[in-house]
């Protein structure tokens, strides 16, 4: 059973160990393939906060997860606010590469669907190149507009044929989030929406320093990046989620209301 705290209308996990939760996202993958069913994790971070909050169809996609995790280092924070003391930060980045060096230790098949085939490839020589005997069994570059129905089902049948056991989703949100939702009930694999870790780990973007990271302002790097994208989701999500969790935050504190289990 999930162990969250609720940060405005988004559900996100109390993760106290980065060990514990790689070594249960192994366990899912250590099940006969046949018999298994799929597991969606999601790496929330404001933004994905505040889509959850101004679209009631996402929420239900996102809460629907087998889990949520705290990507974003604001949440982190809001959770020990909310009670949570110990929490931890699981960047994408990081689980990403967690998670490939278990599957390198295991034996375990990974699939990658997201970027362009530069990116892809990009990321076959980086992850090769750390883990030279993972087994990435798959490779998909979708078309960035809509998929039909039909596109969509033959990548779940590739996916499938090639007995992944974990998926990495890279083509951002709220697309990763409503695409795993939407093909759970198909796939046996463990999926995570993984964002920007595609760019990061194939090099095309630069991580934030680590001093940024612990001062909370990984955002304003990132936004120094790539302002013409980025200056929306930070110069204007940003103060809106720190005033409306400022809001939830009194109100829970009346209520005595923390975390649920």
Not at 106 to 128: A, C, D, F, R, S
Not at 198 to 206: L, P, Q, Y
Request: charged residues 25%; positive net charge; aromatic residues 8%.
């Amino acid at each position: 059973m999930r162990n969250f705290t609720t940060i405005l209308d988004m559900e996100v996990d109390i993760i106290p160990s980065r060990k514990e939760l790689v070594e249960n996202i192994g366990n899912w993958c250590t099940r006969d393939y046949q018999l298994r069913k799929g597991k969606n994790i999601c790496l929330s971070n404001v933004h994905m906060c505040i889509e959850t909050k101004d679209n009631a169809k996402f929420k239900e996609v996102v809460n629907a997860s087998s889990l949520v995790l705290p990507d974003g280092k604001p949440l982190c924070l809001c959770q020990k606010l909310l009670g949570a003391k110990q929490v931890r930060q699981i960047r994408g980045t990081d689980l990403t590469l967690r998670l490939c060096r278990l599957a390198q230790e295991k034996g375990y098949k990974i699939g990658l669907y997201g970027g362009t085939n530069e990116v892809l490839e990009l990321m076959h020589e980086k992850l090769h190149r750390k883990f030279p005997e993972l087994n990435i069994a798959l490779s998909i570059s979708p078309p960035f507009r809509p998929l039909s129905e039909e596109e969509n089902q033959s990548y779940v049948e590739q996916i499938n044929h090639a007995e992944v056991d974990i998926l990495f989703v890279g083509i951002g949100c709220p697309k990763q989030e409503i695409w795993m939702n939407h093909n759970r009930d198909q796939l046996k694999c463990v999926m995570l929406g993984v964002g920007a870790a595609f760019d990061f780990i194939s090099g095309r973007k630069v991580n934030a320093p680590v001093i940024l990271q612990k001062m909370y302002l990984e955002w304003l790097f990132r936004l120094l990046m790539e302002p013409a994208r980025l200056w929306a989701r930070y110069l204007i999500y940003n103060p809106r989620f720190i005033y409306l969790f400022s809001k939830n935050y009194k109100s829970a504190k009346k209520r005595g209301v923390q975390t649920k289990h």
